[in-house]
Structure formats: C-alpha cells, structure tokens
C-alpha cells in the first residue's frame, strides 16, 4: 500500500467530524473529540470509514486511547505504512 | 427523507409476512431484495409479481445461521440493488417442545435465525444508514415473547430478544435519522401457523386470524418517511390478543 498523504487524510477526517456536527473553525489536530462533541457512536462510525476507505481496523481498545483529531490521523498514517 | 434510490432487504422474504412486506415495500418505492432459504420458487414468483406491478425486486438465497452467508449476501444485495437503507428482519422458525424437552440443537437453531441473524444484519446494515443520515429497521417480533406460550420458549426468548434489541439500537442511533422498530403480529394466516388448532382464534378479540398483508401494511408505515419520530417502539398487529 503506498504511502498515505497526512494532508489528504485529515481532510477526509475533518469532512466526518463536520457531518458529525462539529464546529468546522474548532476542528484542528489538538481538538478533542470531547471538545468537539463528538461521542461513541460518531468514532465508531468514524473508525467504519477508516476501515472501509483506508483498509485501517480500528479495534474499540484503539478507539479508547484515541482523545484527539491528531491521534486519529497519526494511527491511520502509521498503521498504513507498507 | 428516505433517499430516491433505496432498497430494502427482506429476511424470510419469499412468503407469510415477509412476502407481504416486500410488497407494500416495493409498493411504496422501495427496491425490495427478497431473501429466501428454502423457498427459491415462491420468491421468484414474488419478484414477478412485484415488478408486474411497476416495483423494482430481486431474490437472493442465503442461510442465515451462517455468519458469512450473512455477510455475504448482503455485499450481493448492496452491488446489485445499491445501498441498503431500510432492513426487516422476519425470517423466523418454530421448534416447538417443553423446556424439558428443547435440545442445544433447536434452542441454538431458533435463536441463531430469529434472533442472532437480526443482530449480525442490522449491525452490518447501520454502516450505510448511519452515513446516509437514514434508515429504517423494522424486526418482526411476536406476541409470544412480551407473553407467555407453554412449549415455545425457544421462540419466546429469540421474539422477546428482538424487542431488546429493538429498543436499544434504537436508543443508540436515534440522532442519526435511523428509526428501529419491532412489529409483534398475533395470529396471522402463514405456512407457520397452518398446524395450529383452529381453537386457537377463539382467544383473539377480533375473533379471526390476521392476513400478512394486515402486517405488512404496518411493516410498510414503519419504513416510511412519516415514521421518522416513531422509534423503539413495538407495534402489536394481534386482533387485540396483547391488550
């Protein structure tokens, strides 16, 4: 699998936190997902759209450590390294 | 607002409820996909009726104690019909005996297909919805269950089980447009119910049986976009027999 582009990935991160309801100038790499209002049910659709569109499993245990948008990104990065 | 292009897949499809279902379904705009274990006769001659009357419908087979054939069939009805956005879970079996006498094998084999399908189906079906922001889950529940019934309760437990699980994926996707629903019909004229003692209707208020079309009616009302704040919720279709 080539290399993600982190750019590409946070802006497809950034377009489900948005169609999950939050506020599109409060969403950077630092947010947390709590700050963002962002509950279970949200990641563990978000974790369904890495899964099917990056091939990354997100378990529930990952989920759990994840707190911010750039832990997010970073797992998907590194778990999509070749 | 349900999508232009949506289907609908049907456990138990091909006849009873489930026939009754895909057919005010695909009345109603829905792309029925007609799922059938056995009865591969009877659901292809439901698809033609279904698109003799203008509806858009396709069988599928698939055994549904398996997990993969679950999966699978499902990957086959999203490539051929497109997304899955409203599910009804009806296929159901009677193995009908006193707890003292219920074997693992039909205590397993009831609750696998009644219930444990229901569960694997829906969560595999909330992908789509939950990001097409709609969704209708409507499970085909019982009067017996929510009631008591000597000698089924194999049945009783998987029909009871499916209100649970009705409720609380309710509960857990109701801020995503998605609406789960149980019906619980009473007495209704199927091939399930042909051995029962005529004996029976005399306990039913209405004092007949139902047809499935009485049921699939409700099926359909559940589904629709006019049923979008109705969710968690168990609608007896018994002739009074729960009241």
Same mark, same amino acid.
């Given at each position: 699998m080539p290399t993600l582009d982190t750019t590409e990935v946070e802006q497809r991160i950034y377009a489900a936190l948005e169609s999950f309801g939050a506020e599109p100038t409060e969403i950077n790499?630092?947010?947390?997902?709590?700050?963002?209002?962002?509950?279970s049910l949200?990641?563990?659709?978000?974790?369904?759209?890495?899964?099917?569109?990056y091939g990354v499993a997100m378990k529930s245990s990952d989920v759990e450590r994840l707190k911010t948008v750039g832990d997010v990104i970073a797992l998907i990065v590194e778990r999509s390294q070749p | 607002m349900r999508p232009q292009e949506a289907t609908v897949l049907v456990t138990g499809g091909d006849r009873g409820i489930g026939a009754a279902s895909a057919r005010a379904l695909a009345a109603d705009g829905w792309n029925a996909a007609v799922l059938y274990r056995s009865g591969e006769r009877t659901a292809a001659e439901l698809v033609e009726t279904i698109r003799a009357d203008g509806g858009r419908a396709q069988a599928f087979h698939a055994d549904l104690t398996d997990a993969s054939a679950c999966e699978q069939v499902f990957n086959d009805v999203e490539e051929s019909l497109g997304p899955?956005?409203?599910?009804?879970?009806?296929?159901?079996? $009677?193995?009908?005996?006193l707890t003292l006498s219920i074997d693992d094998g039909d205590w397993d084999l009831v609750l696998e297909t009644n219930l444990t399908a229901a569960f694997r189906l829906t969560r595999r079906a909330l992908r789509a919805m939950l990001r097409?922001?709609?969704?209708?889950?409507?499970?085909?529940?019982s009067v017996v269950g929510p009631r008591a019934n000597a000698g089924q309760a194999n049945y009783a437990a998987s029909k009871a089980g499916l209100i649970g699980l009705t409720k609380t994926i309710a509960a857990e996707v109701a801020r995503k447009g998605v609406t789960v629903n149980a019906v619980?019909?009473?007495?209704?004229?199927?091939?399930?119910t042909a051995d029962l003692p005529d004996a029976i209707k005399e306990a039913v208020p209405a004092? $007949?049986?139902? $047809?499935?079309?009485?049921?699939?009616?409700?099926?359909?009302?559940?589904?629709?976009?006019?049923?979008?704040?109705v969710t968690g919720t168990t609608l007896y279709v018994d002739g009074g027999l729960a009241a």
């Open positions: 790499p630092y947010a947390t997902f709590q700050a963002l209002d962002v509950d949200d990641l563990a659709e978000l974790s369904q759209i890495v899964e099917d569109e | 899955v956005l409203g599910l009804v879970n009806n296929a159901g079996v $009677r193995a009908d005996n097409a922001r709609f969704g209708r889950i409507i499970n085909v529940a619980a019909p009473g007495f209704i004229e199927t091939d399930m004092r $007949r049986a139902g $047809r499935p079309e009485e049921v699939g009616a409700c099926v359909a009302f559940l589904a629709s976009d006019n049923a979008g704040y």
